[in-house]
């Protein structure tokens, strides 16, 4: 039997493939908190802070559950207390998207956001070595639409992973 196409795979198998040992290394157990930080907490906070990590208070012996973690975001200067104002809106937020009771407070680090923006507000186009992994990946889907979105998709990813591995 023939081992499947790779763009018959979902984008999902590709994208936690790509970037989850990455996000491990800083205290995620899943992507999810990064890939939906807009959808979780709102267009206006996410355009102002990003989340760094989850940092997991250790367990003592006997202890059957874990306790909640810290979640560690990055904040822009002068933004810091309206987040700390909402935060615990954001840590149920999260709570909810994720299923169950993982984050217990927040740790606000301030300074300037990771992912860079020209003056336009557009997010860097990837490198041309993205696009064309990106482009190989999604050869075989047949609607145009989907394959150039998911292409757009996967070339961001494919570079963001490159940059954090490097």
């Not at 906070?45 to 810290?70: F, I, K, V, Y």
Request: with cysteine; glycine share 10%; charged share 25%.
């Amino acid at each position: 039997m023939s081992k499947p196409a790779p763009w018959s795979r979902p984008l999902a198998d590709l994208i936690g493939t790509a970037i989850d040992p990455v996000l491990a290394r800083q205290g995620f157990g899943a992507a999810d908190i990064v890939l939906y930080w807009e959808e979780i907490v709102g267009a206006r906070l996410a355009a102002m802070s990003e989340p760094l990590g989850l940092r997991w208070p250790p367990r003592r012996s006997g202890q059957r559950d874990a306790l909640p973690a810290t979640l560690v975001v990055r904040v822009e200067s002068g933004f810091a207390l309206e987040l700390q104002h909402v935060s615990g809106l954001v840590i149920e937020r999260v709570n909810t998207h994720l299923g169950f009771s993982c984050v217990g407070r927040i740790a606000l680090k301030q300074g300037p956001l990771e992912r860079r923006q020209d003056e336009r507000g557009a997010r860097p186009a990837p490198s041309p070595r993205a696009i064309a992994a990106a482009q190989e990946a999604v050869a075989g889907i047949d609607e145009e639409g989907l394959r150039q979105a998911l292409g757009r998709l996967g070339a961001r990813i494919f570079d963001a992973a490159r940059k954090s591995v490097a």
